[in-house]
């Protein structure tokens, strides 16, 4: 007797062929880009380890003059240790922020598939390199700098292929929600990475890269195998990026309401029904085949990509500062162990789940990106403040407040590098090219990224004179982000009050005119 369908095969075929596949695709992308975040968490974790707090493990066993940092790994065993870590991070971070605004470049002429493929599994060898200098029993400060340096490069690889291909795939209705819930694979990442680490950071630290590096390769592996970049390649329908207009003055007001011309003679579902009217064929079809990829200058001349890079400047330099150096200020500041406070770090991930999805609620809802992100960043620069005073002073109150702190300073981290990413990368201003979005995407997180060095060598300068100052670095830093977004703020406000005046004229002329019939 023959069993019937499993239920979930059944589930599968009941599901639109389109449906299938960006569901894939989601999928996917979000466990490729998790394996990213995963691979990089590590070295925050290990900090503690390389230079721990030698007098708590009793005397040192071989009698050396530097009885205080016996049990260090050199070369950070001295007391320039933070700044060494400094530029074990900057080294990283420096590099990826510069190949970033190359990535989007080539990722806009190479096939993605391949780009991202290649790229996780280069990064898994070097993440694995970097650990095993412990087996190796390396003490020289240049390999572990050159291993972050090489990694920074081709982790660039990531973000602009990932959210091409997301945005390939989904129209703009309700992306800041979707990709809002996408976007927790950083923090997931983070999570798993912490957790990965933590397993052996007090034994054997090499395997806190060792086990990351494996997974990103074996990912990338995966995702050779199964990715596709465009609906297209597999017969599935093209999304609508434009059923609402994202130019100045609309209001609010859908392109369908402004022209009801507008989506019908869209090239997407034309090129997807397989028909064109018989007097547009001719002219749209050979566009539509082969757009050129847009110039960097080209990009920046987008409405938005200005302003939201520099705002994520600042407000990734605060994320990044929290990365690599919040387990090392637990531990210093609450006096827990190594992997307690690794453990205990992963909080501020879990806020930036839920930070990340309310900021996309919201900014679908409200179509304001700009006010979400500013609104968010105004309320978190009190929060930090009140984390520094108050965090440490029970386990309870620490939870509570990192997990609000990280909701509010990866909301707009978020929101900023998928939705508007995505948003911009699609603007009104191309005509349908979607071979700008690789080049918007690495142009706004490439400039976040050069905050996301600037965040950790500054707390490894400052840190030496008093964490408070280091917070009070972190709120300038949230202060300024919100400031940079001003003038789009400004716009979207007055797009509201734009609309809610049309309502009401609307409503009055429909007040008068039955008054009229009656």
């Known amino acids: 007797m023959r069993a019937a369908l499993a239920p979930g095969v059944r589930l599968l075929r009941a599901l639109p062929r389109d449906s299938r596949y960006r569901g894939l695709t989601l999928v996917l992308t979000f466990l490729c880009y998790t394996s990213y975040h995963l691979s990089r968490k590590p070295i925050s974790i290990i900090k503690s380890q390389l230079h721990p707090n030698c007098s708590a493990l009793g005397p040192n066993p071989h009698n050396d003059s530097n009885s205080s940092a016996w049990c260090s790994w050199a070369p950070f065993d001295g007391d320039n240790y933070n700044e060494l870590f400094g530029a074990l991070d900057n080294a990283f971070l420096v590099a990826y922020a510069i190949g970033m605004f190359i990535s989007g470049i080539f990722g806009e002429r190479l096939p993605l598939r391949y780009y991202l493929s290649a790229g996780m599994?280069?990064?898994?060898?070097?993440?694995?390199?970097?650990?095993?200098?412990?087996?190796?029993?390396?003490?020289?400060?240049?390999?572990?700098?050159?291993?972050?340096?090489?990694?920074?490069?081709?982790?660039?690889?990531?973000?602009p292929s990932v959210v091409t291909c997301v945005g390939n795939w989904f129209g703009k209705g309700k992306r800041g929600f979707i990709m809002g819930i996408w976007n927790s694979h950083s923090s997931v990442g983070n999570i798993l990475g912490s957790l990965i680490a933590g397993i052996w950071v007090s034994s054997a630290w090499g395997f806190s890269f060792v086990v990351p590096g494996i997974i990103i390769a074996v990912m990338g592996i995966i995702c050779f195998f199964f990715l596709v970049e465009y609906p297209e390649d597999v017969g599935c329908s093209p999304p609508m990026h434009h059923m609402a207009s994202d130019e100045e003055d609309t209001g609010g007001v859908t392109s369908k309401e402004k022209d009801p011309e507008a989506v019908t003679s869209n090239e997407g579902p034309l090129r997807v029904s397989g028909q064109s009217s018989g007097d547009d064929s001719n002219s749209t079809k050979e566009p539509a085949e082969k757009?050129?990829?847009?110039?960097?200058?080209?990009?920046?001349?987008?409405?938005?990509?200005?302003?939201?890079?520099?705002?994520?400047?600042?407000?990734?330099?605060?994320?990044?500062?929290?990365?690599?150096?919040?387990?090392?200020?637990?531990?210093?500041v609450a006096h827990f162990g190594a992997k307690e406070a690794g453990d205990l770090s992963t909080l501020f991930d879990v806020g930036g789940i839920f930070g990340g999805i309310l900021a996309g609620l919201i900014s679908d809802y409200t179509g304001g990106r700009a006010t979400t992100c500013c609104v968010m960043?105004?309320?978190?620069?009190?929060?930090?403040f009140l984390y520094n005073h108050v965090g440490q002073n029970g386990i309870g109150t620490s939870v509570a407040m990192l997990i609000i702190c990280g909701a509010l300073v990866n909301g707009p981290y978020?929101?900023?590098?998928?939705?508007?990413?995505?948003?911009?990368?699609?603007?009104?201003?191309?005509k349908g090219n979607s071979r700008a979005l690789s080049t918007v995407t690495a142009i706004i997180d490439g400039t976040g990224s050069v905050g996301a060095a600037l965040g950790p060598l500054l707390a490894g300068l400052i840190s030496p004179t008093g964490w408070n100052n280091v917070f009070y670095m972190?709120?300038?830093?949230?202060?300024?982000?919100?400031?940079l977004l001003a003038r789009v703020v400004v716009k979207e406000v007055r797009g509201w009050c734009g609309c809610m005046v049309r309502k009401r004229g609307s409503s009055v002329q429909l007040t008068e005119s039955v008054l009229d019939g009656k």
Do not use: R
């Open 121 to 159: 599994v280069v990064s898994g060898l070097f993440t694995a390199l970097f650990g095993l200098g412990y087996f190796w029993n390396i003490h020289v400060l240049w390999y572990f700098i050159i291993m972050q340096v090489c990694n920074g490069l081709v982790q660039t690889t990531g973000w």
């Open 414 to 430: 978020a929101l900023i590098t998928t939705a508007v990413s995505a948003d911009l990368g699609t603007h009104e201003s191309l």
């Open 377 to 384: 960043l105004v309320i978190a620069a009190p929060m930090l």
């Open 291 to 332: 757009p050129e990829a847009i110039s960097f200058l080209g990009a920046l001349k987008i409405p938005g990509v200005v302003e939201f890079s520099l705002c994520l400047l600042f407000a990734k330099l605060v994320s990044y500062t929290f990365l690599y150096w919040l387990p090392l200020y637990i531990v210093n």
């Open 474 to 483: 972190l709120i300038a830093a949230d202060v300024l982000a919100c400031l």
